[in-house]
């Protein structure tokens, strides 16, 4: 079973996540700040992390950003913040999803196992070559005219379902429901900041791109 680093400094609400993440058989690492959380990453190579923005030691979206450079493993935040504005820097600082308080033990629970599953699934495709850049999926290893650069896991399925579907054009529905999951169909914020990412990172003119095209009232398609 998976190894989840659960990090929370609210005693009660981690204490019931540990509780009930463990009696569904995970093995879970707590840390209440964010100095043990980048210890815990480096240590304990968990293979999802759960994070609580309201750390007191450091500002949240910087520790999604340390986090995400020590590992390319799902990232799941916890806040009370509920502005799409405050998701949005979220998701663009590297987290695969963000869960608003209040929320069901059984909601977390699900979207756990949903991003562990979509972390484990292989690709069908292994390698893509462009002129701009190389992705190497059995690797997870991309570069752009030959100098690497990291992706997200959501990152990574987001390019992978597309370069799968080489121009064909993609609902929006489609692809939120495909790398997201069926309950977020509605949520096309996300989709559109992580083609924004996807073509920063990967794209030599992100506000005209080449390779990942929107298609007008449709979504997306990618093209060589």
Same mark, same amino acid.
């Given at each position: 079973m998976a190894d989840i680093l659960l990090v929370e400094d609210d005693d009660k609400l981690r204490r019931s996540l540990t509780i009930s993440l463990k009696s569904r058989g995970?093995? !879970?690492?707590?840390?209440?700040? @964010?100095?043990a959380a980048i210890t815990a990453a480096r240590s304990a190579e968990p293979d999802l992390i759960v994070l609580g923005l309201g750390l007191? #030691?450091? #500002?949240g979206l910087e520790l999604i950003g340390i986090l =995400?450079?020590?590992?390319?493993?799902?990232?799941?935040?916890?806040s009370a913040r509920t502005l799409q504005s405050d998701k949005v820097c979220a998701l663009e600082a590297g987290a695969d999803d963000f869960v608003t308080k209040p929320f069901g033990l059984e909601?977390? !629970?699900? =979207? !756990? =196992? @949903?991003?562990?599953? =979509?972390? @484990?699934?292989? @690709?069908?495709?292994?390698?893509?070559?462009t002129p701009t850049f190389t992705l190497d999926f059995s690797a997870m290893s991309a570069t752009v005219d030959g100098a690497p650069v990291r992706l997200t896991p959501t990152e990574w399925k987001l390019v992978r379902l597309l370069t799968e579907r080489v121009g064909e054009a993609i609902t929006s529905e #489609?692809?939120?429901?495909? !790398?997201?999951?069926?309950t977020y169909v509605k949520q096309t914020h996300y989709l559109r900041v992580y083609m924004a990412q996807l073509r920063k990172k990967l794209e030599h003119g992100p506000q005209s791109p080449r390779h990942f095209l929107t298609v007008p009232g449709v979504g997306?398609?990618?093209?060589a």
């Open positions: 995970f093995r !879970v690492t707590e840390a209440t700040s @964010a100095r007191p #030691d450091m #500002d =995400r450079s020590l590992t390319n493993e799902p990232l799941l935040v916890l909601e977390l !629970v699900a =979207r !756990v =196992r @949903a991003a562990l599953r =979509r972390a @484990a699934r292989p @690709a069908t495709t292994p390698w893509v070559e #489609d692809i939120l429901s495909e !790398v997201w999951g069926p997306y398609r990618f093209q």
